[in-house]
């Protein structure tokens, strides 16, 4: 079966640094890809999404790149600052059986210290 | 504001008790989901429904039921809770059933004792 995993579970940095958060996905027929921010007692929030035909995509301070080669998936955020602290995760569906339907990674928890 | 609500926000049920958690959304979306996140697991799909009338069965459907009768709402019920079932439930839309952004709401806490 799928399976959307990160590389790392925890990502601290300082405010104005630039952050990297990656996630390794199993399934090569995957085709949609998508990021999500999670904050405490909230649902999640889009941020950006990446078809399989594109590798890179890029939304206000996000940047998505998509190493289909590897089946890695990575969101840069530049500048990040303090609101940017929150949960986040990766998901993806396929064109198969599980079109329309998102399997989760487990999250990356990210902190920004002022 | 557009967008999902959820109710109630949070639950405390004895085990094998009944349960319905509530899913409104106004955006009139065609597809709509519940999913339950677990510490450690992340979000996993229980149900799905593409359009009205029609639901289908995700990753973990066991225990659980949906329905959807009009395009709005999309009620999850649980039937005999049990402990296991102690999750945070998250309802979500999205305009179509595609690979396409799903709007989630902020979720009901529900623990089965």
């Known amino acids: 079966g799928e399976s959307v995993g990160l590389h790392l579970p925890t990502l601290s940095v300082q405010e104005g640094d630039n952050s990297i958060i990656n996630c390794a996905y199993s399934n090569s027929a995957s085709d949609y890809f998508i990021w999500y921010k999670q904050e405490s007692g909230k649902g999640p929030q889009f941020i950006i999404d990446?078809?399989?035909?594109?590798d890179k995509r890029q939304g206000q301070r996000v940047t998505v790149l998509l190493n289909k080669t590897v089946k890695h998936l990575s969101l840069q955020i530049a500048a990040t600052q303090p609101g940017d602290s929150a949960v986040y995760f990766c998901a993806t569906t396929d064109g198969g059986t599980s079109y329309g339907k998102l399997t989760f990674g487990q999250g990356t928890i990210l902190t920004v210290h002022p | 504001i557009a967008g999902i609500t959820q109710a109630p926000t949070s639950q405390i049920l004895a085990a094998g008790r009944r349960m319905t958690l509530r899913c409104t959304q106004d955006m009139r979306h065609n597809a709509m989901y519940w999913y339950r996140q677990d510490l450690g697991l992340g979000l996993r799909l229980i149900h799905y429904s593409n359009t009205a009338g029609t639901t289908g069965k995700g990753e973990v459907p066991d225990g659980y039921s949906v329905s959807r009768a009009n395009t709005d709402d999309f009620p999850l019920t649980l039937a005999s809770a049990v402990p296991s079932q102690t999750s945070v439930y998250f309802c979500a839309s999205s305009d179509e059933f595609s690979n396409q952004p799903q709007h989630f709401g902020d979720g009901t806490r529900l623990s089965i004792l």
């Open positions: 990446i078809r399989s035909n594109m």
